[in-house]
């Protein structure tokens, strides 16, 4: 899980992109908050390196979490057998709230696809063999046996207890 968080190549699970929703949030806000923190505090004391150095943490941590949330959309759309090009329907209001909801809840395709292997290690479905039919007689009269048991070949070595019959 989280192999490659940053990287565009490759297929994630359901889960893994749920999660990535929730931790990318909390780490984003965290830096979000530090920078904003900074930012004032820096403000505040009337120093301007301060205030400038809060706005970097804050563009830094805004760049990182949108990599990092750009990266996992287009793996899961990967996984489900999309172009990363439509993570930008996240983009339109409304839409991109109902096309991230499809994104979390739809299942994946089943087996390799163009973006890669399947991370569930599921093979597609393949076609059973015919069917073999097979009549059972259940009934208790007598099977009638075309060639007697007489005429079959003999085994090749009798059974220890006919030889020890015929030695007494």
């Given at each position: ?82 172009s990363g090009w439509l993570i930008l329907l996240c983009c339109v209001p409304i ?74």
């Amino acid at each position: 899980m989280f192999k490659a968080p940053f990287s565009f190549d490759g297929r994630i699970r359901r889960i893994e992109y749920f999660l990535s929703g929730i931790i990318g949030g909390v780490v984003s806000s965290i830096a979000w908050a530090l920078g904003v923190g900074t930012f004032v505090l820096g403000a505040a004391s009337g120093s301007a390196g301060g205030s400038v150095f809060g706005l970097l943490i804050g563009l830094a941590a805004m760049i990182a979490s949108i990599w990092f949330s750009l990266a996992q959309g287009v793996k899961r759309l990967h996984d489900l057998n999309k172009s990363g090009w439509l993570i930008l329907l996240c983009c339109v209001p409304i839409v991109g709230w109902i096309f991230a909801l499809y994104m979390l809840f739809a299942d994946g395709t089943v087996g390799p696809n163009p973006y890669g292997a399947d991370p569930k290690n599921r093979m597609p479905y393949q076609a059973q063999p015919a069917s073999v039919n097979v009549t059972v007689n259940v009934s208790r009269e007598e099977v009638k046996v075309d060639k007697p048991v007489e005429d079959a070949p003999a085994p090749a070595e009798a059974p220890a207890e006919e030889n020890k019959e015929k030695a007494e």
